[in-house]
Antibody, heavy 124, light 106 residues
Framework: QVQLHESGPGLVKPSGTLSLTCAIS?????????WTWVRQTPGEGLQWIGE???????NYNPSLRSRVTFSLDTSKSHFSLKLTSVTAADTAIYYC?????????????????WGQGILVTVSS | DIQMTQSPSSLSASIGDRVTITCRAS??????LAWFQQKPGNAPRSLIY???SKQSGVPSRFRGSKSGAEYTLTITSLQPEDFATYYC?????????FGPGTKVDI
């Protein structure tokens, strides 16, 4: 069973860059899955940030596209998020997740696994 | 973006009750609908995908259904561990979007 674990600084200064990594264990990075970032704030609820596929294809939330970059290191089994020019509004719990299905596509391709989440606070 | 709405926003229930939560999308999502459960301090847990299919390990009392444009999560007999917030999410069209959540408490 896949396990996901987020890591990175818990505090980032305003205008700085938020960088997080999600370690994947218990499974390999295959074409069946998209590797996803979601964040959660008390005011905005759950927000889908985007996803990256093994092929390198990415899908970003348009509201964050100008500031966000994903990368995927298949040899090290992890994927990463960089969010630039952060403000207090980016303070949130950030989750990594896996979306997909080993045996079917289409509407089977929902999030099936989540990391435990990491709180990132933007403050000076 | 596809807007997701949920009703009710919260409900109070007792052990053994049948609980129903509804989710609607602002556009057609053709069953690309998932349900998640989240307990305080924990990450979400995936319950349902493709509107009606259960993720591995999800108890049989959780049931997803669709009627017209309305998607429903039903807990047939509420258990103590089911008190949580439930979210729906559409994954038909980018950006994928979540509902605002339904809090189920005692």
């Amino acid at each position: 069973q896949v396990q996901l674990h987020e890591s990175g600084p818990g505090l980032v200064k305003p205008s700085g860059t938020l960088s997080l990594t999600c370690a994947i264990s218990g499974d390999s990075i295959t074409d069946s899955f998209w590797w996803t970032w979601v964040r959660q704030t008390p005011g905005e609820g759950l927000q889908w940030i985007g996803e990256i596929h093994r092929s390198g294809t990415t899908n970003y939330n348009p509201s964050l596209r100008s500031r966000v970059t994903f990368s995927l290191d298949t040899s090290k089994s992890h994927f990463s998020l960089k969010l630039t020019s952060v403000t207090a509004a980016d303070t949130a719990i950030y989750y990594c997740a896996r979306r997909g299905h080993a045996h079917c596509g289409g509407d089977c391709m929902s999030i099936d696994s989540w990391g435990q989440g990491i709180l990132v606070t933007v403050s000076s | 973006d596809i807007q997701m709405t949920q009703s009710p926003s919260s409900l109070s229930a007792s052990i053994g009750d049948r609980v129903t939560i509804t989710c609607r999308a602002s556009q057609e999502i053709v069953n690309y609908l998932a349900w998640f459960q989240q307990k305080p301090g924990n990450a979400p847990r995936s319950l349902i995908y493709a509107a009606t299919s259960k993720q591995s390990g999800v108890p049989s009392r959780f049931r997803g259904s669709k009627s017209g444009a309305e998607y429903t999560l039903t807990i047939t007999s509420l258990q103590p561990e089911d008190f949580a917030t439930y979210y729906c999410q559409q994954y038909k069209s980018h950006p994928f979007t979540f509902g605002p959540g339904t809090k189920v408490d005692i």
